[in-house]
């Protein structure tokens, strides 16, 4: 089986575009990745144009993996430094990735606890409408808002408060 993967001249330096479109992001994302010290600086042509190595679209095909598992820019940043001079960074990567998988698992939780309130809601409201005239309200509104009198919090969604303005 052949690689899908264009193939990429490992001589030719590479425009901005190309290693954009090899890579499958848009130019800006490429520049971004640049300023944001993702990407070295790459050579300039006379007429300004940038020349990326071809090891540019693996670098970032591997930016865009590592963002697909919740890594943030800044992370990958000081990572890709530490490999870039040399360091071992892998220690650091394990600990990232494992507290990405802990705050998804939290998130999942949250919305099992939030999954169970809404059930219970809609229970709460199909009983106050079984038991409503038809035309006559029922006083759905009314019963979501007496679950947090205040307004402080959000009574559905776990650990969600709102912010009051003056």
């Excluded at 848009?26 to 071809?54: C, F, K, M, N, V």
């Excluded at 940043?77 to 990405?100: H, M, N, Y």
């Amino acid at each position: 089986m052949s690689d899908a993967r264009p193939s990429i001249g490992a001589a030719r330096p590479l425009r901005t575009g190309e290693v954009a479109r090899l890579s499958g992001v848009s130019p800006d994302t490429i520049r971004l990745y640049e300023r944001r010290g993702l990407l070295a600086r790459p050579r300039r042509t006379d007429g300004g144009y940038r020349q990326y190595p071809a090891a540019a679209v693996e670098r970032v095909r591997l930016v865009r993996r590592a963002l697909a598992l919740g890594f943030t820019l800044e992370e990958l940043r000081i990572v890709l430094a530490a490999r870039d001079s040399g360091g071992a960074p892998c220690r650091v990567v394990r600990t990232l990735a494992a507290e990405k998988l802990e705050a998804v698992e939290t998130r999942m939780e949250d919305l099992v606890t939030l999954r169970d309130r809404i059930r219970r809601v809609l229970a709460d409201w199909d009983d106050r409408l079984a038991r409503t005239p038809s035309g006559q309200r029922a006083g759905l509104l009314q019963a979501l808002a007496a679950l947090v009198p205040d307004g402080s919090a959000s009574p559905l969604i776990p650990g969600r408060t709102r912010t009051r303005t003056r």
